[in-house]
């Protein structure tokens, strides 16, 4: 159990004085992890959208119009609409591009 704890430990790159501590982190870990994910899959696919439009979209305002996204009824069927663009972003990215990039940050 020791040997699997660190090994997602080391993985994550979880730090603590201890084994124990270590794994306590992991959790943290994962969750900026995903986050991290989720960042670069944007910007990965805004320029995606760049290199075929030949649009800057850096001057597009950032983020989403109103207060709320989940309060948008359309939110939903956009991003399943979008599902194979995504794919192809995430077929085109390594999980281990996105653990080094994170940690060396």
Do not use: C, W
């Not at 597009?60 to 972003?89: K, R, S, T």
């Amino acid at each position: 159990m020791k040997v699997a704890a660190n090994r997602v430990a080391d993985k994550v790159n979880a730090h603590g004085a201890t084994e124990e501590a270590r794994l306590d982190a992991t959790h943290t870990r994962i969750d900026e992890l995903a986050l991290h994910g989720v960042r670069e899959g944007a910007a990965l696919g805004l320029a995606a959208m760049t290199l075929q439009m030949d649009e800057d979209f850096t001057v597009q305002p950032v983020g989403f119009p109103g207060d709320d996204p989940a309060d948008d009824p359309d939110l939903h069927d956009l991003i399943d609409n979008y599902e194979e663009h995504a794919n192809a972003i995430a077929e085109f990215t390594s999980s281990d591009h996105v653990l080094n990039k994170l940690f060396h940050d």
